[in-house]
């Protein structure tokens, strides 16, 4: 009965969209299992979290720089002069039910979602997911990479808080920087010299909350439409080949997964929002372009380029009638510049070192491709390098040592980490591809000493669940015959907990 | 429910090893199922609970959060142990297209695009240079509308027009944010104060911290502007030269300004000349006196501009 309902109604939509066919395939459609591939599921899971909880902000939010008296809950801040954006930020933590839940967890998801597409990143680079035919997927995703960091900036600057006004000041002084065009540019972005004529505000609100968004949501439609063309890639095993995937159905077991990993992350997010603070800037008071607080960073996002620009040296040159800030436009302009398009232009130099340029579906494991690796390691440890340089102060106050020590060392340790990194993730690399048996769970052996005195190795009996072989793959079937069957469920094989 | 089907296809028997689940004792993983998807339905309805109730965000990430993650857990146990276990497998096709449709594809562009570009070149040449002509010209409200351009203009006032100005002339009166005249004693020696020019209290570009050393100190702080002074206090631009953060730690037994945001130093005693850092440039020096009932007032204005560097700056 029931079934007919849905035959009918099915055959409704096939008769006017002619979905039947595409709709089977898109079912159909298998996913390969492996942990590492949930990372991109966790960026997407958080942008769908910042959305929804983002749509909750600006019910509440006033992007305005007016100077208003601050006289809602928060008692420590009454009387005070506070701009709208500011007096609204505080009134939406605490005067709006589930205010600050909602708040704080925008916070988190983005934080959660710079970081799971940068570790996303670092999964497909070192498994060379990349290579062709994927290398548009991989454009498409540093763009949103670079988009999110942006986006995180201007939503961090929102608030108009001590803190996030401090690194407005500095986002102007980094446009100011470039030669022949900056104090144009920063002019006209801010209406005038910084602060300008109060339309900075708004305009990074409707760049945060529209323009930036919708580009991202594209360029996501764009990546997850690629992805369902080209099929995912899948390591290699028994019975995967280059000319197939392995793995389960979208419908139902993909779906089922999947939608269980959405509420799980989700919900991570939420127990972060509701027992992590993040970002109390109640605290910090409003934003003075004459006051300042200690400690200043930014979110852990721009933490490499506030890393650059502490540790570069006071290279100010003047020179043909100009002041060329290069103490500035070096680490902060140029520096991510070169790094993003190193970034983008990494398929197409793997191609061009290799020389090979086939069709790659499996995947490789990174030990197998020790240069390679090396090299993403070491670009890793760059940025690592330059991320934990933006501490200097911190580290300086936490071991008690002289800020100039800490300064001094991250200087060297910049360039020459990157180095050591690279070249020991290759010797390990090297050392791991002949050895049988790498990365697989070893079985225990069992010594035995003759009574002639000589020694025997005897590998013991494979563990349950060790020797649990997969099945042949079949594909997927549309018709199974459930008349008279017997659904309640049969013997498996895997018990579920050890 | 049909068991035969409209195109042949014989239906598999729900038997079928790779239909079967993963769990060894499905019944039972059913029932842990089952637990975790009622605590996560327990969860949403303590959530609502919650916020009936009061306004603790404690409650409601635990509830809500609680609520999805036992929910979530349940959900992707039933596809991971409970649906068919598989493996099953789909072929991959290539991406290319045939040689002839390819050929085909390319001659539309070359060919039949060619046959017109060929003979009308110069109706193509021009439909190029409007497209990016009415870019360009899109452009100009877009970009310029948004602000005005830095003056170049070198005279005090209009700070907000140029990267250059001040508002500080000679005879501005210095106050507090809070519009108070600021007399000599105000500060003691080792004291801080960040002032502006009387009439732009809280101005970015006008802020000025004035420190007051001991006589001694203040006479050596900046070579050739002994007179820039008063009775040991001293005015330097609180704009950063590296990237225009206020400078606002001082610190006494050293006579040092340290910038808060990336640690650029300056020795007061020096004119504050960067000593370590990212800094550039010294702070700017303001010059300034104090008048016949005891007011500090700026003796000039300053002698380069303030803050961060630009390519216009001299």
Redesign the interface.
């Known amino acids: 009965m029931i079934?007919e309902t849905i035959d009918k109604s099915l055959n409704w939509v096939d008769d006017r969209l002619g979905t039947a066919k595409s709709g089977k395939t898109f079912l159909?459609?298998?996913f390969p299992d492996h942990w590492s591939f949930m990372l991109g599921e966790i960026a997407l899971y958080s942008f769908v979290v910042l959305l929804a909880t983002g749509v909750f902000l600006t019910l509440y939010y006033v992007p305005s720089s007016h100077d208003v008296i601050y006289n809602g809950s928060y008692i420590p801040l009454r009387g005070q002069h506070v701009s709208e954006a500011y007096s609204s930020s505080v009134a939406l933590s605490f005067d709006v039910?589930?205010g600050?839940?909602m708040r704080?967890a925008h916070h988190w998801a983005a934080d959660i979602f710079l970081g799971a597409m940068a570790v996303h990143m670092g999964r497909i680079v070192l498994t060379g997911a990349f290579r062709k035919?994927r290398e548009l997927n991989f454009l498409i995703g540093v763009t949103m990479l670079m988009l999110g960091i942006v986006n995180g900036f201007l939503g961090y600057s929102l608030p108009d808080d001590l803190v996030s006004g401090?690194g407005i000041?500095?986002a102007?002084?980094?446009i100011?920087?470039?030669?022949?065009?900056?104090?144009?540019l920063a002019?006209?972005?801010?209406?005038?010299?910084?602060?300008?004529?109060g339309?900075i505000i708004p305009r990074f609100f409707i760049i945060h909350v529209l323009i930036v968004p919708l580009i991202i949501l594209g360029l996501l439609g764009a990546h997850l439409g690629l992805l369902v063309k080209?099929?995912h890639t899948q390591f290699k095993g028994p019975?995967r080949t280059?000319?197939?995937?392995?793995?389960?159905?979208m419908f139902?077991?993909?779906?089922?997964?999947t939608?269980?990993?959405?509420?799980?992350?989700?919900?991570?997010?939420?127990?972060l929002?509701?027992?992590a603070q993040i970002n109390p800037f109640w605290q910090f008071g409003p934003y003075?372009?004459?006051?300042?607080?200690?400690?200043?960073q930014p979110d852990w996002y721009m933490g490499w380029l506030?890393g650059a620009?502490?540790i570069?040296?006071?290279?100010?040159w003047v020179g043909y009638?100009?002041?060329?800030?290069l103490?500035?436009f070096l680490p902060a302009v140029l520096f991510p510049g070169i790094i993003f398009n190193i970034f983008y232009a990494w398929p197409f130099l793997e191609a061009r070192i290799t020389k090979n340029r086939d069709?790659h579906?499996l995947l490789d494991s990174p030990r197998d491709r020790p240069k390679h690796t090396g090299a993403v390691v070491a670009m890793m440890a760059l940025m690592l390098m330059v991320f934990l340089a933006s501490s200097?102060?911190v580290l300086a106050n936490f071991f008690n040592v002289p800020?100039?020590d800490t300064?001094w060392f991250f200087r060297f340790a910049v360039p020459i980490v990157p180095v050591i990194a690279g070249w020991l993730a290759y010797k390990i690399c090297e050392e791991l591809r002949h050895e049988d048996g790498a990365g697989k769970r070893k079985r225990a052996s069992v010594v035995l000493r003759t009574e002639a005195g000589e020694y025997e190795s005897i590998p013991s009996e494979p563990r349950p669940g060790d020797d649990h072989h997969?099945?042949e793959?079949?594909?997927?079937?549309?018709?199974?015959?459930?008349?008279g069957?017997?659904?309640?469920?049969?013997?498996?094989?895997?018990?579920?907990l050890r | 429910m049909s068991s035969s089907t409209s195109n042949g296809q014989k239906p598999v028997p729900v038997d079928l090893p790779q239909l079967r689940p993963l769990a060894k004792r499905p019944e039972h993983t059913q029932v842990l199922i089952i637990i975790c998807m009622l605590l996560g339905i327990a969860g949403f309805i303590g959530f609502m609970v919650a916020y009936w109730v009061g306004n603790q965000s404690q409650w409601q990430a635990a509830s809500l959060g609680g609520g999805m993650l036992f929910f979530g857990f349940g959900v992707t146990a039933w596809g991971k142990y409970l649906m068919p276990r598989g493996p099953f497998v789909e072929e991959r096709h290539d991406f290319d297209s045939s040689t002839s449709a390819r050929s085909e594809f390319n001659a539309v562009i070359t060919q039949r695009g060619g046959l017109v570009a060929k003979r009308r070149g110069v109706l193509l040449g021009l439909l190029a240079l409007g497209s990016g002509l009415v870019g360009l010209a899109l452009a100009f409200p877009l970009l310029r509308s948004l602000g005005p351009n830095p003056s170049k203009d070198t005279s005090a006032g209009n700070t907000n027009d140029s990267l250059s100005n001040t508002n500080w002339v000679k005879g501005s009166t210095v106050v507090t944010v809070d519009n108070r005249r600021v007399k000599v004693d105000d500060l003691e020696v080792g004291g801080v104060l960040t002032v502006f020019p009387a009439g732009n209290a809280g101005s970015s570009p006008d802020q000025v911290i004035l420190i007051r050393l001991d006589n001694a100190q203040a006479a050596q702080a900046a070579p050739g502007r002994a007179d820039w002074g008063c009775q040991g206090i001293v005015a330097f631009s609180k704009l950063c030269t590296h990237l225009g953060c206020p400078v606002g730690l001082y610190q006494q037994q050293t006579q040092q300004l340290v910038c808060p945001c990336h640690q650029s130093i300056f020795n007061v005693n020096a004119g504050c000349v960067p000593e370590f850092g990212p800094a550039p440039r010294p702070l700017p020096q303001l010059p300034i006196t104090a008048t016949s009932d005891g007011y500090l007032v700026a003796n000039g204005s300053f002698n380069q501009p303030v803050g961060p560097g630009f390519w216009e700056r001299p």
């Open positions: 079934d159909d459609k298998i039910k589930s600050l839940l704080q035919p401090t000041r500095i102007y002084s980094i100011e920087s470039v030669p022949l065009v900056g104090s144009y002019f006209w972005l801010f209406g005038g010299n910084f602060p300008g004529d339309s080209q099929k019975h280059e000319k197939n995937v392995v793995g389960t159905p139902p077991t993909f779906m089922a997964k939608t269980g990993f959405l509420f799980m992350s989700t919900a991570v997010t939420f127990l929002a509701g027992f003075h372009p004459y006051q300042i607080s200690y400690a200043v506030d620009l502490r570069m040296p006071s290279w100010e009638g100009h002041t060329w800030p103490e500035v069709y579906n200097t102060d800020l100039q300064l997969e099945l793959p079949i594909e997927i079937p549309a018709f199974i015959d459930l008349v069957a017997d659904l309640a469920t049969g013997e498996g094989v895997r018990r579920v």
